[in-house]
Nanobody
Framework: QDQLVESGGGLVQAGGSLRLSCATSGGTFSNYVLGWFRQPPGNDREFIASISASGTDTAVADSVMGRFTNSRDNAKNRLYLQMNSLKSEDTAVYYC?????????????????????WGQGTQVTVSS
């Protein structure tokens, strides 16, 4: 069974950094588009970043562009989100997700409806 497990969340001061990791297992995740989403308190889930199966193409939300970097290591079946210059508004539960219906090796998507598998989430809290 395909599984995703996030780790690396925690409490950090504004301006600090965190690196989230998503461990994948059970499926051929090296063929999947992988993404990050977050859900702030009282708000809907929102797109953060997506990376193609090949790892050569990425998409990042405007709200985190220049601060967050999305990467993957297919040999280790892992997805990463490096978060720098964190702000209080980055406080949220962060989820990784996998889209198995890959259109091409370079395809990325920001639509949560296209993702088939989701992790349980990891809490990131940024104190001001």
């Amino acid at each position: 069974q395909d599984q995703l497990v996030e780790s690396g969340g925690g409490l950090v001061q504004a301006g600090g950094s965190l690196r989230l990791s998503c461990a994948t297992s059970g499926g051929t995740f090296s063929n999947y588009v992988l993404g990050w989403f977050r859900q702030p308190p009282g708000n809907d889930r929102e797109f953060i970043a997506s990376i193609s199966a090949s790892g050569t193409d990425t998409a990042v939300a405007d709200s985190v562009m220049g601060r967050f970097t999305n990467s993957r290591d297919n040999a280790k079946n892992r997805l990463y989100l490096q978060m720098n210059s964190l702000k209080s508004e980055d406080t949220a539960v962060y989820y990784c997700a996998a889209d198995r219906a890959v259109q091409s090796a370079n395809y990325v998507t920001s639509s949560p409806r296209e993702y088939d598998y989701w992790g349980q989430g990891t809490q990131v809290t940024v104190s001001s």
